[in-house]
T-cell receptor, first 115, second 115 residues
Framework: DTAVSQTPKYLVTQMGNDKSIKCEQNLGHDTMYWYKQDSKKFLKIMFSYNNKELIINETVPNRFSPKSPDKAHLNLHINSLELGDSAVYFC??????????????FGPGTRLTVT | AQTVTQSQPEMSVQEAETVTLSCTYDTSENNYYLFWYKQPPSRQMILVIRQEAYKQQNATENRFSVNFQKAAKSFSLKISDSQLGDTAMYFCAFMKPVANSKLTFGKGITLSVRP
């Protein structure tokens, strides 16, 4: 069973379009994240949600809007796509902290290419 | 704010030999978690090993072990008996042990295992 899944895995689109990436986790975790990996492979947090509530919003342009319909899903909607948005976007989830359960489980990533 | 530095952009090792990947970090926190993640060409992020800062004993997972030097803020990864499947990017990451905490990543190092 896939723990953290993302759709689509690849997304090619033109500048100016609006697109969404979906993420689902079946681990029963409370917290979900979006990370961006740029062309130089640098990974950086974008957002985190805990049980549908926005917790972290790291200086991400307003064109990016996360939505969490329930605690198992965290989607990322991007408006007016720009060339610089081309990257790999990773979804991750983690359980309620306690003991050693701080590990974040990553999805397979979505490679977004804006042309 | 926390920073994680991986100064070696790439390394190469002969199959069956041992290699050490370096990582330093900067934080004012006393308690935290450190991680090494592996990202093979498939781009999946895989947790290799985890170290809790309050533990003096270095973590070990099969062929992977760390040298955690808290005073020096150093966290290196040793891979013993390197295998071709170890070829990947390796990321060092820092996290505070609080709810909804984000991972702060280093820039990563590309490891190539030669047959």
């Amino acid at each position: 069973d896939t723990a953290v899944s993302q759709t689509p895995k690849y997304l090619v689109t033109q500048m100016g379009n609006d697109k969404s990436i979906k993420c689902e986790q079946n681990l029963g975790h409370d917290t979900m994240y979006w990370y961006k990996q740029d062309s130089k492979k640098f990974l950086k947090i974008m957002f985190s949600y805990n049980n549908k509530e926005l917790i972290i919003n790291e200086t991400v342009p307003n064109r990016f809007s996360p939505k969490s319909p329930d605690k198992a899903h965290l989607n990322l909607h991007i408006n007016s796509l720009e060339l610089g948005d081309s990257a790999v976007y990773f979804c991750a989830s983690s359980p309620t902290p306690g003991g050693s359960s701080y590990e974040q489980y990553f999805g397979p990533g979505t490679r977004l290419t804006v042309t | 704010a926390q920073t994680v530095t991986q100064s070696q952009p790439e390394m190469s090792v002969q199959e069956a030999e041992t290699v050490t990947l370096s990582c330093t970090y900067d934080t004012s926190e006393n308690n935290y978690y450190l991680f090494w993640y592996k990202q093979p060409p498939s781009r999946q992020m895989i947790l290799v090993i985890r170290q809790e800062a309050y533990k003096q004993q270095n973590a070990t997972e099969n062929r992977f072990s760390v040298n955690f030097q808290k005073a020096a803020k150093s966290f290196s990864l040793k891979i013993s008996d390197s295998q071709l499947g170890d070829t990947a990017m390796y990321f060092c990451a820092f996290m505070k042990p609080v709810a909804n905490s984000k991972l702060t990543f280093g820039k990563g190092i590309t490891l190539s295992v030669r047959p």
